[in-house]
Nanobody, 131 residues
Framework: EVQLVESGGGLVQAGGSLRLSCAAS????????IGWFRQAPGKEREGVSC????????YYADFVKGRFTISSDNAKNTVYLQMNSLKPEDTAVYFC????????????????????????WGQGTLVTVAS
């Protein structure tokens, strides 16, 4: 079964940290970029960060640069999002997603171009940052 399973969400005070995990199964991990979206109540889903599992390149939305770090453990087929200096406005459901990497084409469109070419979605994990 093709799936992404997130974990690591929870409640944290402003200024605190959380680490989200996204475990992939059922597809060839190295052929995909894995990224994180988030959706706050009443707002549209937005791309947060993405990593290419083919070359390790990483991408971040401006609003998380310097605070969030994405990484990948290809041996475990798992992507992590380390979130530091959390703010109340980071409160959202965080989803991981897989985008097929096409040679010669843009990688991590979810962050780089804002276009979504998502083939697999996770179920989401709630992050709540208290002020």
């Amino acid at each position: 079964e093709v799936q992404l399973v997130e974990s690591g969400g929870g409640l944290v005070q402003a200024g605190g940290s959380l680490r989200l995990s996204c475990a992939a199964s059922g597809f060839t991990f190295d052929d995909y970029a894995i990224g994180w979206f988030r959706q706050a109540p009443g707002k549209e889903r937005e791309g947060v960060s993405c990593i290419s599992n083919s070359d390790g390149s990483t991408y971040y939305a401006d609003f998380v640069k310097g605070r969030f770090t994405i990484s990948s453990d290809n041996a475990k087929n798992t992507v992590y999002l380390q979130m530091n200096s959390l703010k109340p406005e980071d409160t959202a459901v965080y989803f991981c997603a897989a985008e097929l990497t096409i040679p010669g084409a843009t990688i991590c469109n979810m962050v780089v171009t804002g276009q979504w070419y998502i083939e697999v979605w996770g179920q989401g994990t709630l992050v709540t940052v208290a002020s």
